[in-house]
């Protein structure tokens, strides 16, 4: 790890916040905020979900006005009326969903709505502005290539050269590693640390505290939208900053241990995956020659890099696609065809993206939460959809999922990406008789929700429910699975007991046992 | 210290407030400028008052006004539930009138019999007329709001054939329309047919089956999120093909009450563009089925009061000029309803949040 | 000189033909055999009481913008006419009247506005009807209408007269002997037009033929450019028509060939090729049905104006040989004078005699026109 640069005495923060305070109606986002990032250094926020992270770097980029306290910028008050006022005083900000153009191409999205863009231009003048650019900051792009094209971990280069490119001082990056692959984290840590010893900031918002272990030097803890306090990270460690977070110290719980009155792992599989194949719409194998047994009461964890086949394998799981070839048995029979039936067989599904997957963001809690019941009764009877039983429903749900909510018509993009993930994981519960499928459960989860994310699936497969959890997190499959089954390149290289399993030896499954597999192996732990 | 904020959701009340400024200012910039253009505003409004909501002749206008209207409002509306436009409203609503028309010149019986029969061939023919778009929508993707357009056009010139050609009075010898067809809607009002309380009726009724059915949740849930509703499930393409058939269906049937209860011909140009003033009126709506009553009221309002005014030697595209203005002031009432100010409300915590 | 048609029962079977049809085809009212209110023809007249001139408000539905330069700027010619000679009276107007329920509401607001009497210079059918119907205090006027109730009339010019008149300048001036007509849509008075024209070229030059194109436009200076250069190009060098712009006059004046136009003095637009016009004059007959109106003495009718009282052809153009001239306004003289060229046997461009000799067809007959005449091909 670089050393920061050394500053003198004299040198002023980059960013100060003295006493920031910002309401809602009814409601303290952030009360008494004080915080300084200064140059050089790489500052870590943390905070359950609902911690007024947001909020607070919404006030620090200008898109809310603070209710109180000051904003100083490099020892003068500044006051940000607007976005484009931050982005001019050199704070740049990357938000966790992109705000990028997809029909666009790089250079015209680096180029969009910028003060210094040429008035009259032409592609290759754009293009080559954006090499210099991508040369001069070090985050290579592809300035021809349609933004829509690239993956998650290019589209966000393509997020901080932006931000970059208006000549930012103080990066701010809200959750960067959460799509990324682990060698897209690392190459990214890289650029940051670069960005960083020529004297710049940054902020990081994350959740990992691996990551925040690795690449911040200080750490600020945000509770109930107040500062609880800053440390130097090399004084942290992972236990305390959770311990922290939450105000209380966390128990890790065994999950493995099962209750006493557990259901016992069945004999019969619950979901048999036999040769099965998918081909995508090119054609392309995605899933290759998968044969698998899931027995209710057990936990199976699906372990491998990203866009290895989970997304095929937890769509095939739940009905949503139909394999290209091979079959599919649930509980012994011949699997129903379509999602709707494999859900009324008893599978529930907590997919990746939540929001547009699992939810209508547009739409009030009462309709989301109604999906997987509107057509049985109480809520469905005949035609019928009876919005009240929808309602009481909706209550429910929210009630066991511990969400409070004022009110049920609210689009439910409204919530908070934790409490949308605990509302779907409860709505999917309640029908998951036989199967829940959840992929990449504890993404964008503070970890006392993680937490409690892992008891559900822990008591569900006390009841005798097989439970399938995608994760790219080792620690979590093997803290909560049974067995762990390891993904790559759409094979399932191998199927391990869990207890017995090491990190090392599934490392370099997902690397395909071959080459890179030692690089894979050193990310992930 | 307060000052003003967006908020992501904007309550029904506020919306309306908001809306009724917007009208307000469109009142008074449309008085504005027909003052500045040397008119007495006084006796202009007066006369307008007078002959829209001011009097029975007004109000019997307005209902006839607003009869096509609702339905092809919910028509819009049906397919915005959906995530989809159906912009052939004006088609349909000449293929409904065609149907009708056919029933009523060519099948004999008595009004009781007959007037069902038509309202039946002009859904159906209504249904027909979507059905390519709807199915080039469900399996191909393709853009329905180009399909559904363009088939306007074909509608359009069909139904001048059909008047002009083999369904032409041969009785009287004219060749731009048909007979004078034998039965029409009763009058219930003045000049009022019993279709402007149907028209309420199915508009509640589309409401109820929007919001009360599980059809109607399906079609909420696939129209907001095309992923949730794949996860889910749901099927995507019936909803679709369903959602426009209604669309057409309900697009046709103004086309039947305008030929049986106001027209009593069949003759080209008799849509009056009520299939695009649909649109208007779903945009008013926003995508609420009961919405579509005030937004037909409305709508119905604005082509009176042009009425009015071209008899007072304004120009008819001044009537055009007043519905973009609303139009335009709407969309800025709506955008502003979600803005409130905002006054720390410090100390007083109800709850912690992002 | 009008000639009024008193109301008989018969009218409402006699259906003569709209003009601007597919502008958006008013439908016909009358239908007697279906509508009761047909009725109303066989009831007395009663005449309307007298108003006075400064409480009275006449109304005005034209069907297209009155700038149009054509039968628009024609009717409100005749409206200004009427603000001169009643300087007291209020007049409205309303332009580009659709034909759809909007007519009737248009024509309602009239009502609901005062108006004494309404006008509306096309064929608006039942549109105009209904109202009417529950307006008995208000006189309404139909222009090429065809119902005539207590309290609603109809007019229209005899267009075919001049036409005959400038068809034998046609006969005269061609040297190919086919003539082209720019015409609009297969209706009656178009029949009734190209028929005239051909019928008095033929009655000077019998080798004469005519050969028809429908535009299906009343104002399309593109389509009719188009149909005039093929009508050109296929021999044709006198070109008329019904059209309510000069773009086939202007084909004329660069082909070098001659041209009839219709409704006003076009000859600034093509001065060497322009021949005559249908000339159209609605103000004598708007005065005399407003101070009616006025009087108390309006009653509703038929009527229709006759050569040189509404309708006639225009001053001939700079390039007619005086020869041409005499011999055509001759048969002007004639018909003056009551005769008329429309006399038997006239065949139909199938050969078979539709009109025997010694029979003359009235202008009813003609107003329902839906044949063409022998050597007419493109129409009927």
Same mark, same amino acid.
């Given at each position: 790890?670089?050393?920061?640069?050394?500053?003198?005495?004299?040198?002023?923060?980059?960013?100060?916040?003295?006493?920031?305070?910002?309401?809602?109606?009814?409601?303290?986002?952030?009360?008494?905020?004080?915080?300084?990032?200064?140059?050089?250094?790489?500052?870590?926020?943390?905070?359950?979900?609902?911690?007024?992270?947001?909020?607070?770097?919404?006030?620090?980029?200008?898109?809310?006005?603070?209710?109180?306290?000051?904003?100083?910028?490099?020892?003068?008050?500044?006051?940000?009326?607007?976005? &484009?006022?931050?982005?001019?005083?050199?704070?740049?900000?990357?938000? +966790?969903?992109?705000?990028?153009?997809?029909?666009?191409?790089?250079?015209?999205?680096?180029?969009?709505?910028?003060?210094?863009?040429?008035?009259?231009?032409?592609?290759?003048?754009?293009?080559?502005?954006?090499?210099?650019?991508?040369?001069?900051?070090?985050?290579?792009?592809?300035?021809?290539?349609?933004?829509?094209?690239?993956?998650?971990?290019?589209?966000?280069?393509?997020?901080?050269?932006?931000?970059?490119?208006?000549?930012? /001082?103080?990066?701010?990056?809200?959750?960067?590693?959460?799509?990324? *692959?682990?060698?897209?984290?690392?190459?990214?840590?890289?650029?940051?640390?670069?960005?960083?010893?020529?004297?710049?900031?940054? @902020?990081?918002?994350?959740?990992?505290?691996?990551?925040?272990?690795?690449?911040?030097?200080?750490?600020?803890?945000?509770?109930?939208?107040?500062?609880?306090?800053?440390?130097?990270?090399?004084?942290?460690?992972?236990?305390?900053?959770?311990?922290?977070?939450?105000?209380?110290?966390?128990?890790?719980?065994?999950?493995?241990?099962?209750?006493?009155?557990?259901?016992?792992?069945?004999?019969?599989?619950? @979901?048999?995956?036999?040769?099965? =194949?998918?081909?995508?719409?090119?054609?392309?194998? =995605?899933?290759?020659?998968? *044969?698998?047994?899931?027995?209710?009461?057990? @936990?199976?964890?699906?372990?491998?890099?990203?866009?290895?086949?989970?997304?095929?394998?937890?769509?095939?799981?739940?009905?949503?696609?139909?394999?290209? $070839?091979?079959?599919?048995?649930?509980?012994? +029979? #011949?699997?129903?065809?379509?999602?709707?039936?494999?859900?009324?067989?008893?599978?529930?599904?907590?997919?990746?993206? /939540?929001?547009?997957?699992?939810?209508?963001?547009?739409?009030?809690?009462?309709?989301?939460?109604?999906?997987?019941?509107?057509?049985?009764?109480?809520?469905?009877?005949?035609?019928?959809?009876?919005? =009240?039983?929808?309602?009481?429903?909706?209550?429910?749900?929210?009630?066991?999922?511990?969400?409070?909510?004022?009110?049920?018509?609210?689009?439910?993009?409204?919530?908070?990406?934790?409490?949308?993930?605990?509302?779907?994981?409860?709505?999917?519960?309640?029908? $998951?008789?036989?199967?829940?499928?959840?992929?990449?459960?504890?993404?964008?989860?503070?970890?006392?929700?993680?937490?409690?994310?892992?008891?559900?699936?822990?008591?569900?497969?006390?009841?005798?429910?097989?439970?399938?959890?995608?994760?790219?997190?080792?620690?979590?499959?093997?803290?909560?699975?049974?067995?762990?089954?390891?993904?790559?390149?759409?094979?399932?290289?191998?199927?391990?007991?869990?207890?017995?399993?090491?990190?090392?030896?599934?490392?370099?499954?997902?690397?395909?046992?071959?080459?890179?597999?030692?690089?894979?192996?050193? #990310?992930?732990? | 210290?307060?000052?003003?904020?967006?908020?992501?959701?904007?309550?029904?009340? /506020?919306?309306?407030?908001?809306?009724?400024?917007?009208?307000?200012?469109?009142?008074?910039?449309?008085?504005?400028?027909?003052?500045?253009?040397?008119?007495?505003?006084?006796?202009?409004?007066?006369?307008?008052? =007078?002959?829209?909501?001011?009097?029975?002749?007004?109000?019997?206008?307005?209902?006839?006004?607003? *009869?096509?209207?609702?339905?092809?409002?919910?028509?819009?509306?049906?397919?915005?539930?959906?995530?989809?436009?159906?912009?052939?409203?004006?088609?349909?609503?000449?293929?409904? $009138?065609?149907?009708?028309?056919?029933?009523?010149?060519?099948?004999?019986?008595?009004? @009781?019999?007959?007037?069902?029969?038509?309202?039946?061939?002009?859904?159906?023919?209504?249904?027909?007329?979507?059905?390519?778009?709807?199915?080039?929508?469900?399996?191909?993707?393709?853009?329905?709001?180009?399909?559904?357009?363009?088939?306007?056009?074909?509608?359009?010139?069909?139904?001048?054939?059909?008047?002009?050609?083999?369904?032409?009075?041969?009785?009287?010898?004219?060749?731009?329309?048909?007979?004078?067809?034998?039965?029409?809607?009763?009058?219930?009002?003045?000049?009022?047919?019993?279709?402007?309380?149907?028209?309420?009726?199915?508009?509640?009724?589309?409401?109820?089956?929007?919001?009360?059915?599980?059809?109607?949740?399906?079609?909420?849930?696939?129209?907001?999120?095309?992923?949730?509703?794949?996860?889910?499930?749901?099927?995507?393409?019936?909803?679709?093909?369903?959602?426009?058939?209604?669309?057409?269906?309900?697009?046709?049937?103004?086309?039947?009450?305008?030929?049986?209860?106001?027209?009593?011909?069949?003759?080209?140009?008799?849509?009056?563009?009520?299939?695009?003033?649909?649109?208007?009126?779903?945009?008013?709506?926003?995508?609420?089925?009961?919405?579509?009553?005030?937004?037909?009221?409305?709508?119905?309002?604005?082509?009176?009061?042009?009425?009015?005014?071209?008899?007072? +030697?304004?120009?008819?595209?001044?009537?055009?000029?007043?519905?973009?203005?609303?139009?335009?002031?709407?969309?800025?009432?709506?955008?502003?309803?979600?803005?409130?100010?905002?006054?720390?409300?410090?100390?007083?915590?109800?709850?912690?949040?992002? | 000189?009008?000639?009024?048609?008193?109301?008989?029962?018969?009218?409402?079977?006699?259906?003569?033909?709209?003009?601007?049809?597919?502008?958006?085809?008013?439908?016909?009212?009358?239908?007697?055999?279906?509508?009761?209110?047909?009725?109303?023809?066989?009831?007395?007249?009663?005449?309307?009481?007298?108003?006075?001139?400064?409480?009275?408000?006449?109304?005005?539905?034209?069907?297209?913008?009155?700038?149009?330069?054509?039968?628009?700027?024609?009717?409100?010619?005749?409206? &200004?006419?009427?603000?001169?000679?009643?300087?007291?009276?209020?007049?409205?107007?309303?332009?580009?009247?659709?034909?759809?329920?909007?007519?009737?509401?248009?024509?309602? &607001?009239?009502?609901?506005?005062?108006?004494?009497?309404?006008?509306?210079?096309?064929?608006?059918?039942?549109?105009?009807?209904?109202?009417?119907?529950?307006?008995?205090?208000?006189?309404?006027?139909?222009?090429?209408?065809?119902?005539?109730?207590?309290?609603?009339?109809?007019?229209?010019?005899?267009?075919?007269?001049?036409?005959?008149?400038?068809?034998?300048?046609?006969?005269?001036?061609?040297?190919?002997?086919?003539?082209?007509?720019?015409?609009?849509?297969?209706?009656?008075?178009?029949?009734?037009?190209?028929?005239?024209?051909?019928?008095?070229?033929?009655?000077?030059?019998?080798?004469?033929?005519?050969?028809?194109?429908?535009?299906?436009?009343?104002?399309?200076?593109?389509?009719?450019?188009?149909?005039?250069?093929?009508? #050109?190009?296929?021999?044709?060098?006198?070109?008329?028509?019904?059209?309510?712009?000069?773009?086939?006059?202007?084909?004329?004046?660069? /082909?070098?060939?001659?041209?009839?136009?219709?409704?006003?003095?076009?000859?600034?637009?093509?001065?060497?090729?322009?021949?005559?016009?249908?000339?159209?004059?609605?103000?004598?007959?708007?005065?005399?049905?407003?101070?009616?109106?006025?009087?108390?003495?309006?009653?509703?009718?038929?009527?229709?104006?006759?050569?040189?009282?509404?309708?006639?052809?225009?001053?001939?153009?700079?390039?007619?040989?005086?020869?041409?001239?005499?011999?055509?306004?001759?048969?002007?003289?004639?018909?003056?004078?009551?005769?008329?060229?429309?006399?038997?046997?006239?065949?139909?461009?199938?050969?078979?005699?539709?009109?025997?000799?010694?029979?003359?067809?009235?202008?009813?007959?003609?107003?329902?026109?839906?044949?063409?005449?022998?050597?007419?091909?493109?129409?009927?």
């Amino acid at each position: 790890m670089a050393d920061p640069v050394k500053q003198g005495n004299g040198t002023p923060p980059v960013l100060q916040l003295l006493g920031v305070s910002k309401y809602f109606p009814g409601v303290i986002a952030n009360e008494d905020v004080n915080l300084d990032v200064r140059p050089g250094e790489i500052l870590g926020l943390l905070g359950e979900n609902g911690a007024g992270k947001s909020t607070l770097m919404n006030v620090v980029t200008g898109i809310y006005q603070a209710d109180a306290g000051e904003i100083i910028l490099d020892g003068y008050g500044a006051e940000f009326a607007t976005p &484009q006022d931050a982005i001019r005083a050199g704070i740049g900000m990357v938000h +966790q969903h992109f705000k990028l153009v997809p029909a666009f191409t790089v250079a015209e999205n680096i180029h969009l709505g910028w003060s210094e863009t040429p008035k009259r231009t032409s592609r290759a003048v754009l293009e080559a502005r954006t090499r210099e650019l991508s040369e001069r900051f070090g985050f290579p792009v592809d300035p021809a290539a349609r933004v829509e094209t690239l993956s998650a971990g290019e589209q966000q280069r393509v997020e901080i050269l932006r931000v970059l490119s208006r000549e930012a /001082r103080l990066l701010i990056l809200d959750e960067p590693t959460a799509v990324l *692959t682990p060698q897209e984290t690392r190459e990214l840590f890289t650029a940051l640390r670069a960005f960083r010893a020529k004297g710049n900031a940054v @902020i990081i918002i994350s959740h990992k505290l691996d990551e925040v272990m690795e690449i911040t030097d200080r750490v600020t803890v945000l509770r109930a939208g107040r500062n609880v306090g800053t440390w130097a990270t090399a004084d942290c460690s992972p236990n305390m900053l959770a311990a922290t977070m939450v105000g209380h110290d966390i128990q890790r719980q065994d999950l493995h241990a099962r209750s006493g009155d557990a259901a016992p792992v069945s004999t019969a599989p619950v @979901i048999s995956l036999r040769d099965v =194949t998918v081909r995508n719409d090119q054609n392309v194998v =995605t899933l290759s020659d998968v *044969t698998l047994d899931i027995f209710g009461g057990e @936990i199976f964890g699906v372990a491998g890099v990203a866009g290895n086949g989970q997304r095929e394998l937890t769509e095939i799981l739940t009905g949503l696609i139909t394999p290209s $070839a091979g079959t599919i048995l649930l509980d012994g +029979q #011949a699997a129903p065809s379509g999602a709707a039936a494999f859900a009324k067989a008893g599978v529930g599904h907590i997919p990746q993206d /939540r929001l547009n997957s699992a939810l209508a963001p547009s739409l009030g809690i009462t309709d989301n939460m109604a999906v997987r019941e509107y057509d049985r009764a109480p809520i469905g009877s005949g035609v019928l959809y009876r919005a =009240t039983e929808a309602h009481a429903l909706a209550e429910t749900i929210a009630e066991v999922a511990d969400v409070t909510i004022p009110d049920f018509s609210m689009p439910v993009r409204n919530l908070s990406g934790g409490n949308q993930q605990r509302l779907v994981a409860r709505r999917e519960m309640r029908i $998951a008789r036989r199967l829940l499928v959840a992929a990449y459960p504890s993404r964008g989860l503070d970890i006392g929700a993680i937490a409690s994310m892992h008891r559900y699936f822990a008591s569900l497969r006390d009841e005798g429910v097989a439970v399938v959890i995608v994760s790219e997190d080792l620690g979590e499959l093997l803290g909560l699975s049974d067995r762990i089954g390891v993904l790559c390149g759409g094979r399932m290289m191998a199927v391990l007991d869990s207890i017995t399993a090491d990190s090392e030896e599934i490392g370099l499954l997902m690397g395909g046992r071959t080459s890179g597999a030692s690089v894979q192996t050193e #990310a992930l732990t | 210290m307060s000052r003003f904020q967006r908020f992501p959701t904007a309550p029904a009340r /506020r919306i309306l407030v908001c809306r009724a400024i917007a009208i307000l200012v469109s009142v008074i910039v449309v008085s504005l400028l027909l003052a500045m253009s040397g008119r007495n505003v006084g006796e202009l409004a007066h006369l307008v008052l =007078t002959s829209t909501i001011g009097s029975r002749f007004g109000l019997e206008d307005l209902a006839l006004f607003m *009869t096509p209207l609702l339905l092809t409002g919910g028509a819009v509306t049906v397919t915005r539930r959906m995530g989809l436009w159906n912009i052939g409203g004006e088609g349909q609503f000449y293929l409904g $009138a065609a149907g009708a028309a056919g029933v009523g010149l060519f099948i004999h019986g008595p009004a @009781i019999l007959i007037l069902p029969l038509m309202a039946l061939a002009a859904m159906l023919c209504g249904m027909i007329w979507i059905l390519l778009p709807a199915l080039a929508r469900a399996f191909a993707d393709v853009n329905e709001i180009i399909t559904t357009l363009l088939l306007n056009f074909v509608a359009g010139l069909l139904v001048y054939w059909l008047a002009t050609g083999p369904w032409r009075d041969r009785v009287t010898g004219a060749l731009a329309s048909t007979e004078r067809l034998p039965v029409s809607i009763p009058d219930l009002w003045g000049v009022v047919h019993w279709g402007f309380p149907l028209a309420l009726l199915i508009v509640g009724g589309l409401a109820a089956i929007m919001s009360s059915t599980r059809w109607g949740y399906e079609v909420r849930i696939s129209g907001a999120s095309a992923g949730m509703a794949r996860y889910a499930g749901m099927p995507v393409r019936v909803r679709i093909i369903s959602a426009m058939l209604l669309s057409g269906a309900l697009a046709a049937l103004a086309g039947m009450f305008e030929v049986a209860g106001t027209v009593h011909r069949l003759q080209g140009g008799m849509a009056d563009n009520f299939g695009y003033l649909g649109i208007v009126v779903a945009v008013l709506a926003r995508g609420s089925c009961l919405a579509v009553i005030p937004a037909a009221f409305l709508m119905a309002l604005i082509l009176d009061v042009g009425i009015v005014l071209q008899t007072q +030697q304004v120009a008819a595209t001044v009537v055009l000029a007043i519905t973009g203005l609303v139009l335009l002031l709407v969309a800025i009432a709506d955008e502003c309803a979600h803005y409130r100010v905002v006054t720390p409300a410090t100390g007083r915590t109800v709850r912690k949040a992002s | 000189m009008t000639r009024t048609f008193p109301v008989l029962r018969k009218n409402a079977l006699l259906l003569p033909e709209r003009r601007r049809f597919l502008k958006g085809a008013g439908s016909l009212a009358a239908g007697g055999l279906l509508n009761p209110l047909a009725a109303h023809a066989a009831t007395p007249i009663l005449s309307l009481p007298p108003v006075k001139e400064e409480d009275a408000l006449v109304a005005f539905g034209h069907t297209g913008p009155i700038t149009d330069g054509g039968w628009d700027t024609a009717h409100d010619m005749g409206v &200004q006419a009427v603000r001169k000679a009643f300087p007291r009276l209020r007049t409205v107007y309303v332009e580009s009247v659709p034909y759809s329920a909007d007519a009737t509401r248009i024509f309602r &607001q009239f009502v609901a506005e005062g108006a004494n009497m309404v006008l509306g210079t096309s064929n608006y059918g039942d549109f105009i009807k209904d109202v009417a119907d529950r307006a008995p205090e208000v006189a309404f006027l139909e222009c090429d209408g065809t119902s005539v109730t207590r309290n609603l009339g109809w007019y229209y010019v005899t267009h075919w007269y001049p036409s005959y008149v400038i068809g034998i300048a046609a006969g005269l001036m061609t040297k190919t002997n086919r003539l082209g007509y720019v015409g609009t849509f297969p209706i009656p008075s178009v029949f009734a037009s190209a028929n005239a024209t051909l019928l008095g070229a033929q009655s000077v030059n019998p080798a004469c033929t005519m050969q028809a194109v429908s535009t299906n436009s009343w104002f399309d200076p593109q389509a009719a450019t188009q149909a005039a250069t093929a009508l #050109a190009d296929s021999g044709c060098d006198f070109l008329c028509g019904i059209t309510d712009e000069p773009a086939y006059l202007r084909v004329a004046e660069s /082909r070098g060939l001659k041209a009839a136009m219709w409704n006003l003095d076009m000859r600034r637009f093509g001065p060497n090729a322009y021949v005559s016009s249908v000339m159209l004059d609605f103000a004598p007959f708007y005065i005399e049905q407003v101070r009616a109106r006025l009087n108390g003495t309006w009653k509703a009718a038929g009527n229709f104006l006759t050569m040189a009282h509404g309708v006639d052809r225009d001053i001939w153009g700079q390039t007619v040989p005086e020869n041409v001239r005499t011999q055509a306004d001759a048969m002007r003289d004639r018909i003056l004078a009551g005769y008329s060229p429309f006399q038997g046997p006239i065949r139909d461009n199938n050969g078979a005699i539709r009109i025997p000799a010694g029979t003359t067809m009235n202008d009813m007959a003609i107003y329902q026109w839906d044949w063409g005449v022998q050597g007419m091909t493109g129409l009927g």
